[in-house]
C-alpha cells in the first residue's frame, strides 16, 4: 500500500504563486510516475500534470506555461503554481501508479479575482 500526503495548498491573489507538495510513504518502490490532478465544483476531476521517473513532464494545456511539476516521481512531487486564475480553483489531488492507484485526499487551492 501506499499514502499520499498533500500539502502547500491556500487562498491566493489571481496572478500569485503557490507550491504544492505530495509526499508518498509505504511501499513506494513500485511507483514510477506521480501526477497532479483537480477538481473544480461541479466539474469532473482532471489531469493536470505527470511526471514520471526518468521521463519529461507533460502538463495539460490549460496550465502549460504557468506550472511545473517536478520531483523524483518515486516518493515525492511537487507542483509550482504560477499566474494563478480563478479558474484554477479546485482540489488539487496528488497521483501515484505502481502497483496500483493511488490517491491523496487533495488539498484546496482558492485564487480570487
Known amino acids: 500500500q501506499v499514502q499520499l500526503v498533500e500539502s502547500g495548498g491556500g487562498l491566493v491573489q489571481a496572478g500569485g504563486s503557490l507550491r504544492l507538495s505530495c509526499a508518498a510513504s509505504?511501499?513506494?518502490?513500485?511507483?514510477?510516475?506521480m501526477s497532479w490532478y483537480r477538481q473544480a465544483p461541479g466539474k469532473q476531476r482532471e489531469l493536470v500534470a505527470v511526471l514520471t521517473s526518468g521521463g519529461s513532464p507533460n502538463y495539460a494545456d490549460s496550465v502549460k506555461g504557468r506550472f511545473t511539476i517536478f520531483g523524483n516521481a518515486k516518493n515525492t512531487v511537487y507542483l509550482q503554481m504560477d499566474g494563478l486564475k480563478p479558474e484554477d480553483t479546485a482540489v488539487y489531488f496528488c497521483?501515484?501508479?505502481?502497483?496500483?492507484?493511488?490517491w491523496g485526499r487533495g488539498t484546496q487551492v482558492t485564487v480570487s479575482s
Open positions: 509505504g511501499s513506494t518502490s513500485s511507483i514510477g510516475r
Open positions: 497521483n501515484a501508479l505502481g502497483i496500483g492507484y493511488y
